[in-house]
């Protein structure tokens, strides 16, 4: 049986390029932010509705929340790859 050999510094240009400084991972943060903006504002809509009528939205809702969590651990993955590669960065 042959032993894989890993290189010891990852390649995280292939997610975001630019290291810790990508322009690319920036937009991304950037545009899950007013992800969530626009998440928090859907939420507080659902005060305002009659009880039917929020049943009819809470499918989206629920969607909405489940990509915007998988963008966010994909977000905390990348940095977390980032500070294993440079502590110092």
């Known amino acids: 049986m042959t032993e894989t050999k890993y290189k010891k510094v990852w390649n995280l240009d292939n997610l975001f390029p ?3 400084e990508s322009p690319s991972f920036n937009n991304y943060v950037k545009q ?4 969530i903006t626009k998440m928090e504002e859907k939420l507080s809509l659902f005060d305002n509705l009659l009880e039917i009528n929020q049943s009819l939205g809470i499918e989206s809702v629920i969607k909405n ?3 915007i969590q998988e963008k966010l651990s994909q977000a905390n993955s ?9 502590t110092k960065d």
């Open 65 to 67: 929340i489940g990509d």
């Open 78 to 86: 990348f940095i977390t790859c980032l500070t294993a590669q440079n």
């Open 18 to 20: 630019g290291g810790s």
């Open 32 to 35: 899950l932010e007013l992800e």
